[in-house]
């Protein structure tokens, strides 16, 4: 994405177990211009060492452990929980704030009801069964670009992004 969005994205990891779902959560963050991600928990802790950040973005963004997620809310940002929660907004309904602070449950949980009480919005992703960790932190954050009115230089973007085994053009 491009550097010119100022707001501050936050990503926060319930607990998560599996380095897979991480390592594809800190790809998404850096392909859509999160700032930082958050975990609690410990089973991130041991299964680290296996994870799949494939594109170092881990030294750009950074993955930090904490204890508690509302303690380290800001308090002009949005706290917004991505779950399976009845009378929860559906994705495609939801406005994105300029700068957000998201929750997602772990993989084989939810998010704590205290802070799904604290939450200023409240978003399920409209599927049949759930989407695992990465794959609903990459279907909100392009949910969020996508809605969002940042003016997107195509040829130059795809440039950037593509790897150097494609230099595929449209005739």
Avoid: W
């Amino acid at each position: 994405m491009t550097s010119a969005n100022t707001n501050k994205v936050t990503i926060c990891l319930t607990n998560p177990k599996s380095p897979t779902n991480v390592g594809a959560v800190l790809r998404a963050a850096g392909c859509f211009g999160a700032n930082e991600i958050l975990y609690t928990g410990n089973r991130y802790d041991r299964a680290k060492k296996f994870t799949t950040d494939t594109q170092n973005v881990n030294d750009e963004i950074g993955l930090s452990h904490v204890e508690d997620f509302l303690a380290e809310k800001p308090s002009n940002v949005p706290l917004i929980c991505v779950d399976l929660v009845e009378g929860a907004t559906s994705l495609p309904e939801f406005q994105h704030p300029e700068s957000a602070f998201y929750v997602f449950g772990p993989e084989d949980g939810s998010i704590n009801q205290k802070i799904i009480d604290k939450a200023d919005h409240v978003v399920f992703m409209p599927t049949n069964g759930s989407l695992n960790l990465g794959a609903s932190v990459n279907v909100v954050l392009y949910d969020r670009v996508a809605k969002s009115n940042v003016k997107i230089e195509n040829d130059k973007l795809i440039r950037e992004s593509r790897d150097g085994n494609n230099r595929l053009k449209v005739k």
